[in-house]
């Protein structure tokens, strides 16, 4: 009997693909452990961190923001090579499957070495490993359609997107509570298997995928020419605006904790932990997503074409309104007033809605308009720009920071700052915007016409 071998284009349907369960499973997987090491990686810094001696060695706020950010950074730096390396060499399934591995290990390194050096090795192979197969995976989502099924790629992200939440909620409700009762160990410990378990899953697919092959060298003569280019450029003029976003998103991991510690964290009886407060993100998005899809999208197009690049600038422009509520929140805490955490809610909500309109849309258009041989590349240009926002977060760190352990700016102004960057981005954005014209690009175009 012969074995069975992989498909090398998408599976001719006209419902979802077969492999999408597995890829989707895969990601809810893959991203509790990501956002559960997250959700704790700025309380860890700061209250768990030892020498090595094992005594307690915290950073500072200030040098544990520098730290969480940079770690973001590369994190989405390394989604160039991992796409490099999927289009021209290995391909997205054995890039996605390869790099988890590396993922699994700096996952278990943490868990095992709470020192710095544990801290930085663990840190560093996480991005590497996830940094690396986070184009593959988006990317090879939308390689599973053709244009016989394309109307339900959108659906497909979507629920790419839930899954994400999905993983990323459970985990940051517990794993702070693993934290807090029974140390680090146990904390990333889980994550580690969670990623062992996303491994798993990923490979139970792999005769269900559409194995798009490798470019090879035909992929580096393709890519870095004129028209290669040219199709780079006009999508980094776009994506460079994602960049005041996500300086300010990733912010819900650091600076909206340290502010939760401020606040009474006593809600409907329960208390619960600084680093649980991020788990309202993710159940805004689980909720928001059908929300959007379903009801404010068709309802705002009855009155006005709500393409993919309003769907961005607008999401651009709520995140900055959610930073001017924290920022009202800390002019209240600096006079004194104990506030409540649910105070932040509505900065959460204004959070959440700037992240399904902005971030989800941006997802599908990095995948869409990019030509068939750069899938992987233009959604590795895509999250260069997390990175960038988180490299130019951290910036604002070291900038700010005085000898003594202070900072320049503090309280409302902090916030301020960030939101005035962000509205000014959004109506700015809006005069590239109008330039831009949308090409679509799917996989599996080529033959079904040849077919027609």
Not at 116 to 136: M, S
Not at 410 to 428: K, L, R
């Amino acid at each position: 009997m012969s074995s069975p071998t992989y498909h090398t284009a998408p599976i001719k349907t006209d419902g979802m693909p077969p492999g999408i369960p597995y890829i989707v499973g895969n990601e809810g997987a893959e991203r509790f452990n990501f956002y559960g090491m997250r959700a704790v990686l700025f309380v860890f810094m700061t209250k768990y961190l030892v020498d090595d001696a094992g005594h307690a060695a915290p950073m500072t706020e200030n040098e544990a923001n520098k730290w969480y950010h940079l770690f973001l950074s590369a994190n989405y730096f390394f989604p160039t090579l991992g796409a490099i390396v999927s289009d021209a060499f290995w391909g997205k399934y054995r890039t996605i499957f390869w790099l988890s591995l590396v993922y699994c290990l700096g996952s278990v390194v943490l868990a095992l070495d709470h020192t710095r050096f544990g801290l930085t090795a663990g840190l560093t192979l996480i991005a590497i490993g996830a940094g690396g197969i986070k184009p593959c995976v988006s990317s090879h989502v939308g390689d599973q359609f053709g244009p016989w099924n394309q109307h339900l790629l959108a659906r497909a992200f979507g629920w790419f997107y839930f899954s994400v939440n999905a993983g990323s909620s459970v985990s940051m409700y517990i794993v702070p509570i693993l934290l807090a009762k029974y140390g680090a160990g146990s904390a990333f410990g889980l994550p580690a298997v969670l990623m062992l378990v996303a491994a798993y899953v990923f490979w139970s697919g792999r005769y269900k995928f559409a194995h798009i092959p490798p470019k090879g060298r035909s992929f580096l003569r393709e890519t870095f020419n004129r028209d290669g280019f040219a199709a780079l450029g006009r999508l980094a003029l776009i994506f460079m605006f994602m960049i005041v976003f996500w300086a300010l998103w990733d912010q819900s991991g650091s600076e909206w904790v340290a502010q939760a510690e401020k606040m009474d964290l006593k809600v409907f009886g329960f208390t619960f932990f600084s680093s649980q407060i991020q788990v309202v993100n993710g159940l805004l998005t689980l909720a928001f997503i059908p929300l959007f899809q379903y009801a404010v999208y068709p309802a705002i197009n009855r009155v006005w074409t709500f393409t993919p690049l309003r769907k961005i600038g607008l999401g651009i422009f709520t995140i900055g309104l959610s930073f001017l509520v924290s920022a009202w929140i800390e002019t209240q805490l600096a006079a004194g007033v104990k506030l409540n955490v649910m105070w932040q809610m509505p900065a959460y909500v204004l959070l959440t809605a700037g992240e399904v309109m902005a971030s989800i849309t941006a997802l599908e258009f990095a995948y869409t308009q990019a030509p068939t041989h750069l899938k992987a590349l233009v959604q590795a240009l895509y999250l260069l720009s997390i990175s960038a926002g988180n490299l130019f977060a951290a910036g604002v760190h070291w900038f700010i920071a005085k000898p003594d352990g202070t900072t320049k700016l503090t309280g409302s102004a902090y916030y301020t700052f960030y939101a005035v960057i962000s509205i000014a981005a959004a109506v700015i954005f809006v005069f590239f915007a109008l330039r831009y014209r949308e090409k679509t690009y799917l996989q599996g175009e080529a033959a079904a016409a040849a077919a027609a």
